[in-house]
């Protein structure tokens, strides 16, 4: 390959990114503005989750600065923005990268879409309707003996927001530790002795998620993360007894 082609080729390679770049990053504002307008649907239903966390019912969080309120609405349309508008944006990913992609390798990334969109939405609602609610009546009920608390809008939405992108990207573990099996960068022996560390692994990361630090929650936290390692762990191993076979 001569320099010409060689320029014209990076050049097409500059040029079908920025296209892919601009294509997502519309999207994510078009969803962006969109969700900004139900901004107030939205944080009504996460000050209020179906779970029963009433506390909200019969009063309302404060906020302590002029700018508060309007930077948590921005900041939850962001957030919303880009989960809604995140099947379109791997589309771009995998649009970009198919050129280098054999058929097989393009299939599984197609489907990677819809199977990542749902673990993820699984561990957002596991984390909004079993994690989140008594974590945040155990924080409000427990020195309300002593003080009255009040919830500062922005703080209790940080809280929310870091809880479930957490729960979302800790349900992926299954998928990654599928994709680590079939580039052969693990196996199920290497999964099963590093098992008994992870065991501690997971409690530590429930005790770094969780906003308190009872070891109900942290243990909330911490055994679906267990499930899902030995999920991640027979599929790796039906992975590796397929490959024995062949």
């Known amino acids: 390959m001569n320099k010409a082609n060689k320029k014209n080729t990076f050049s097409n390679h500059v040029s079908e990114l920025r296209k892919r770049l601009i294509i997502s990053v519309i999207t994510i504002l078009i969803s ?7 901004h107030k649907d939205i944080l009504e239903f996460l000050l209020n989750p179906p779970n029963g966390l009433t506390y909200f019912q019969t009063t309302k ?20 923005g880009i989960l809604i508008s995140s099947p ?12 280098g992609l054999k ?28 994690l989140f609610p ?12 002593i003080a009255t608390p009040y919830i500062r809008i922005g703080n209790y939405i940080s809280i929310l927001i870091s809880l479930l992108g957490w729960m979302g990207l ?11 099996g079939k580039l052969k960068i693990i196996n199920s022996i290497k999964i099963k002795r590093f098992r008994r560390y992870f065991w501690v692994v997971s409690f530590i990361l ?41």
Do not use: C, H
């Open 170 to 180: 800790i349900f992926q573990t299954p998928l990654i530790m599928f994709i680590l």
């Open 134 to 145: 008594p974590a945040i009546k155990f924080l409000i009920t427990f020195g309300s003996d």
């Open 32 to 38: 962006g503005i969109i969700t900004f307008i139900f």
């Open 61 to 80: 969080p404060i906020y302590t600065e002029l700018t508060e309120y309007i930077s948590v609405a921005i900041k939850v349309s962001i957030y919303v």
């Open 88 to 99: 379109v944006v791997f589309l771009q990913i995998i649009l970009f990268l198919s050129p």
């Open 103 to 130: 058929k097989n390798e393009k299939i599984f990334l197609y489907l990677s879409i819809p199977i990542v969109y749902v673990t993820f939405g699984l561990g957002l609602i596991f984390g909004l309707y079993v």
């Open 206 to 246: 429930g005790a770094i998620i969780t906003p308190t630090f009872d070891p109900v929650n942290q243990t909330l936290v911490a055994i679906p993360i267990i499930l899902l390692y030995e999920i991640g762990f027979i599929l790796v191993w039906i992975i590796n007894r397929g490959t024995k076979e062949k």
